[in-house]
């Protein structure tokens, strides 16, 4: 299906940018385009302008700091996790983005765009819940930070709100983190998947089966632990074509056992 005519902006400036959205209600950002342009396509969305990204170097790139805690632009492309040297500082990163899709994807999608779209089924959101990433929101009316706990609101829904921008990703050190999925093929989307960190106390985080990831804080790694934690959280996965609510249930204990264990035993 062809789209609608709408108007287009590729802003030089994050400011350019804000004014932009901030002037116009009906205005969308537009990251790499995977999910935006399909979801028009469909008439799932119709926003009146979109407001290009490509063209903002600000929202680029991998930075380290001498205690190892990364600054990631939301333009930076899944590919640049994948083969960025200061991204193998933790290395869950690259390694999950490697698992998204196909090569013409990961060339073109960027880790804003999936965080963004909060899709569910997205390999990031729970990633960034276990490993604590911060994340900086811009409006014209300044700065603020919000930790990956209070980012995600909903099913397509952040933090991030009309007239704003995301501009900035934090990871903290650490390296010992594990990602399990089972997804639709080689390189599709999840069906259900387990983050997990234990840099310090042990997180988990579920994907898959609720309109945000799912955070537990089990007591330790042991199996035991966790599949009590998953029971605990009073989880009612949804069903659809690909799995039951009750298979998809079982599929997260299984993961998040899996991610933990995996977690643990890493250097």
Same mark, same amino acid.
């Given at each position: 299906?062809?789209?609608?005519?709408?108007?287009?902006?590729?802003?030089?400036?994050?400011?350019?940018? =804000?004014?932009? /959205?901030?002037?116009?209600? *009906? $205005?969308?950002?537009?990251?790499? !385009? #995977?999910?935006?342009?399909? %979801?028009?396509?469909?008439?799932?969305?119709?926003?009146?302008?979109?407001?290009?990204?490509?063209?903002?170097?600000?929202?680029?790139?991998?930075?380290?700091?001498?205690?190892?805690?990364?600054?990631?632009?939301?333009?930076?492309?899944?590919?640049?996790?994948?083969?960025?040297?200061?991204?193998?500082?933790?290395?869950?990163?690259?390694?999950?983005?490697?698992?998204?899709?196909?090569?013409?994807?990961?060339?073109?999608?960027?880790?804003?765009?999936?965080?963004?779209?909060?899709?569910?089924?997205?390999? =990031?959101?729970? /990633?960034?819940?276990?490993? *604590? $990433?911060?994340?900086?929101?811009? !409006? #014209?009316?300044?700065?603020? %930070?919000?930790?990956?706990?209070?980012?995600?609101?909903?099913?397509?829904?952040?933090?991030?709100?009309?007239?704003?921008?995301?501009?900035?990703?934090?990871?903290?050190?650490?390296?010992?983190?594990?990602?399990?999925?089972?997804?639709?093929?080689?390189?599709?989307?999840?069906?259900?998947?387990?983050?997990?960190?234990?840099?310090?106390?042990?997180?988990?985080?579920?994907?898959?089966?609720?309109?945000?990831?799912?955070?537990?804080?089990?007591?330790?790694?042991?199996?035991?632990?966790?599949?009590?934690?998953?029971?605990?959280?009073?989880?009612?996965?949804? $069903?659809?074509?690909?799995?039951?609510?009750?298979?998809?249930?079982?599929?997260?204990?299984?993961?998040?056992?899996?991610?933990?264990?995996?977690?643990?035993?890493?250097?």
């Amino acid at each position: 299906m062809l789209l609608r005519e709408v108007e287009y902006a590729k802003p030089t400036s994050v400011a350019q940018a =804000l004014a932009i /959205l901030s002037e116009n209600d *009906g $205005a969308r950002a537009l990251a790499g !385009g #995977q999910t935006m342009i399909n %979801v028009m396509k469909a008439r799932a969305a119709s926003p009146d302008a979109l407001v290009d990204l490509a063209a903002l170097e600000g929202l680029k790139g991998i930075e380290l700091a001498g205690d190892g805690t990364l600054s990631i632009g939301p333009m930076t492309t899944y590919t640049d996790l994948v083969v960025s040297a200061e991204a193998k500082a933790r290395p869950i990163l690259g390694e999950v983005c490697a698992q998204i899709a196909d090569v013409q994807v990961r060339n073109r999608g960027t880790i804003g765009g999936n965080l963004c779209s909060n899709d569910p089924t997205n390999h =990031l959101p729970p /990633l960034m819940v276990s490993i *604590g $990433a911060q994340m900086t929101i811009a !409006g #014209q009316g300044g700065e603020r %930070v919000v930790t990956a706990d209070e980012f995600f609101l909903g099913v397509y829904l952040t933090a991030v709100g009309p007239g704003e921008l995301l501009t900035k990703i934090t990871i903290p050190a650490g390296k010992r983190d594990a990602f399990a999925a089972v997804t639709l093929g080689v390189d599709g989307t999840c069906i259900a998947s387990a983050a997990a960190s234990v840099n310090g106390s042990l997180r988990i985080a579920l994907g898959c089966v609720d309109a945000t990831p799912v955070l537990l804080q089990p007591a330790s790694a042991d199996e035991g632990a966790v599949r009590e934690a998953v029971r605990a959280a009073g989880i009612d996965p949804p $069903a659809d074509v690909h799995a039951s609510s009750e298979y998809r249930m079982h599929l997260v204990e299984v993961l998040a056992v899996r991610a933990a264990r995996q977690a643990s035993e890493r250097n």
